[in-house]
Structures are given as structure tokens and as C-alpha cells.
């Protein structure tokens, strides 16, 4: 099969151009499911050898493993974009066992939530370290939200976040540190709360806005269309429902979901088209939609998500799915 070819797409109105397809790496360092260092470090090389130019990480991927071997990968290439994300503090001495648990084979540091300006600031710097680097592109204020933190708990970090925490993200943008900010979430409500307290170049937004559900389409999308925000959407198989597996939103899948994964693949078995590979096109042809990052654990991954990406999908594979109902109305669909 030939190199795949990647178009670019700008990250809000900033004139950064991200490539469509971008590593996502939370499931390659380890997250719920051991990896290797060496599969890591294989991943990383297969989608960057590629020609992948927009790479995503997070401190709290490994506790420190992801940011470390992504600015390995990095550090001896060029053209490539880099987000990582502030919110969570990495202090020594080993995790919870639950934490651990979680991130089997990860750093011996513990996370300490914090989204105030000083937090924020230090995150910067701490992540600049650990990656070995000397920029990072767009910085995202991590797990803000109910669903992490609960009611009450979010509270007073979502305040912290939209004041101190926008304030420090406001001034490195401005001072041209960073080329932009937004959130790295969950849930399209904390996206629409943030709106509220400033401009956001963009926001990974994992989960959704997919080929299994569209809900944020004509609420949160047109907001940001309005905003002159992108979103980044990480999770496009809904955390392993759309790629043959049996989760979704990282827990075992309803069966109302799993009935409807299991339409939508038959529609695409029809057409002799891989689901994640029509998975991985339908987002993009909404245009606020910047990247897609998947995450894959390993070099065959990797190779199996650009073998998909390679697919040729037919006009009528979207049209049966609109016809069964699958899709929402007016969702946008490849041309």
C-alpha cells in the first residue's frame, strides 16, 4: 500500500495547521492495558514515520511516561505539533494502587489536581522538562467536569480553571509561548460553560461527536463555528466499540449502543468497508472538526489505523446509513 497522504487543517484562527490524522497517546501508555516501552516508542515511529505531523499527551498519560517518550519520538524531527495539557501536577513517589492499577508500567509519580494560575504555570514548565523540548504548540486544561470530579468536587476546580487557570493559558498564548489554548474533555457541557469565560482555540473533545453518536451537532458545534473554535476529537471508535470491541465510554457498552454499533457495521459490511475505517472519515467532514486522534498501543496498530485511513469509502455508504436512520439529521458526511 502506498505512504498515506495527510491534509492540514488550522486549530481555530491561530494559522496552525494540524495534520487530520494525529496520535493520540493515552492507550500507549498503558492506560487500563499493559504496553511496552518498546511498542510505545513503535507506535510513536510507525504514525510519525508516516507522516503524521500532530502528536497529543497529557502528564497525566503514565504519570510523566507519555510526555517523556513523546519528546524522544519529537526531538530529532521537524514539522510537527505538539499539544499536552495542564491541570494535574506530577510530584514523586509513587501512585495510589488504584492509579497505578490504571496506568500499569507508568512513572513513580502521583497527580495532584490543581488549575489555579500558579498550577497552570508550573504545569508548563514541568511538561517542557519532561518532554525535553523547547515549545509546546497548544496546551489544554485537562479533565474539567462533573464526570471526572463529581458535582461538588468540580466545583470550586472548574472555578479555579476558568479564572487563574484561563488567566496563565490567556497570557503564554499572548506572550506567544504557546500558539493555543482550550479543554482536553469528555463532556461538551464543560465546553459550553467555559465559552462563557473567554476565547478557546479549540477543544479535544473525546467521544463525542462520532459515527455512533452526534449529539453535540447543532448545540455545542455551532457554538464553535460561531466561536471560531475547532474541536480535536479524540476517541472516534468510542473508546473500542467502533473497532470491534465491546466498550464504550470506557466502560461495557449498553445494549442500545452495542445495537446500534452493530447496525452501522452492517451497513459498512455491505459496502466491504471496515467500520473504524468509517469511523475515522466522518468526522471530518464537519468543518469545525480539525484532527481525529486514535490511539493505538503498538506498530501493528498503528499500521491497521492507516490501512483504514486509506480506504476508499463510496457516496453510498453514507447515504445508507442517513437512509437507516443511523446518522443524525444533518450531520455532514464525506464528499
Known amino acids: 500500500m502506498a505512504k498515506p497522504t495527510f491534509n492540514k487543517r488550522e486549530i481555530g484562527k491561530t494559522g496552525l495547521q494540524v495534520s487530520e490524522l494525529g496520535l493520540g497517546?493515552?492507550?500507549?501508555?498503558?492506560?487500563?492495558?499493559?504496553?511496552?516501552?518498546?511498542?510505545?516508542?513503535?507506535?510513536?515511529?510507525?504514525?510519525?514515520d508516516a507522516g503524521i505531523s500532530y502528536l497529543d499527551t497529557a502528564p497525566y498519560y503514565g504519570f510523566g511516561r507519555s510526555e517523556h517518550l513523546a519528546g524522544d519520538a519529537l526531538r530529532e524531527r521537524n514539522d510537527w505539533v505538539l499539544s499536552t495539557k495542564a491541570g494535574r501536577l506530577l510530584a514523586p513517589n509513587a501512585p495510589t494502587d488504584s492509579e497505578a492499577d490504571a496506568w500499569p508500567g507508568c512513572f513513580p509519580f502521583h497527580q495532584i489536581y490543581d488549575y489555579s494560575y500558579d498550577g497552570v504555570m508550573r504545569s508548563y514548565e514541568?511538561?517542557?522538562?519532561?518532554?525535553?523540548?523547547?515549545?509546546i504548540d497548544i496546551l489544554l486544561l485537562h479533565d474539567i467536569g462533573e464526570m471526572q470530579h463529581g458535582k461538588e468536587a468540580n466545583r470550586p476546580l472548574q472555578q479555579?480553571?476558568?479564572?487563574?487557570?484561563?488567566?496563565?493559558?490567556?497570557?503564554?498564548?499572548?506572550?506567544?509561548?504557546?500558539?493555543?489554548?482550550?479543554?482536553g474533555v469528555n463532556e461538551q457541557e464543560v465546553c459550553e460553560e467555559a465559552m462563557k469565560h473567554g476565547h478557546w482555540d479549540t477543544f479535544l473533545l473525546a467521544g463525542r461527536y462520532t459515527l455512533l453518536e452526534q449529539n453535540p451537532l447543532n448545540n455545542f458545534l455551532v457554538d464553535c463555528e460561531n466561536a471560531g473554535s475547532t474541536i480535536i476529537l479524540g476517541g472516534p471508535f468510542n473508546s473500542g466499540i467502533l473497532a470491534g470491541g465491546d466498550t464504550w465510554n470506557y466502560a461495557k457498552a449498553p445494549d442500545t449502543i452495542i445495537e446500534k454499533a452493530k447496525k452501522i457495521k452492517l451497513v459498512c459490511d455491505a459496502h466491504n468497508i471496515p467500520l473504524p475505517a468509517a469511523a475515522l472519515r466522518f468526522p471530518l467532514a464537519h468543518p469545525v472538526v480539525s484532527s481525529i486522534i486514535p490511539g493505538p498501543?503498538?506498530?501493528?496498530?498503528?499500521?491497521?489505523?492507516?490501512?483504514?485511513?486509506?480506504?476508499?469509502?463510496?457516496?453510498?455508504?453514507?447515504?445508507?446509513?442517513?437512509n437507516e436512520g443511523l446518522l443524525a439529521e444533518g450531520a455532514p458526511v464525506p464528499v
Open 25 to 48: 497517546t493515552a492507550a500507549m501508555a498503558g492506560n487500563h492495558r499493559p504496553v511496552s516501552i518498546e511498542d510505545h516508542r513503535a507506535a510513536l515511529k510507525t504514525g510519525l
Open 126 to 135: 514541568m511538561s517542557l522538562q519532561r518532554l525535553g523540548l523547547d515549545r
Open 160 to 183: 479555579d480553571a476558568m479564572s487563574g487557570g484561563y488567566k496563565a493559558l490567556d497570557e503564554l498564548r499572548s506572550a506567544g509561548d504557546i500558539k493555543a489554548i482550550g479543554l
Open 297 to 322: 498501543r503498538s506498530a501493528k496498530e498503528m499500521a491497521t489505523i492507516l490501512e483504514w485511513w486509506q480506504q476508499d469509502i463510496p457516496a453510498s455508504l453514507w447515504s445508507d446509513l442517513q
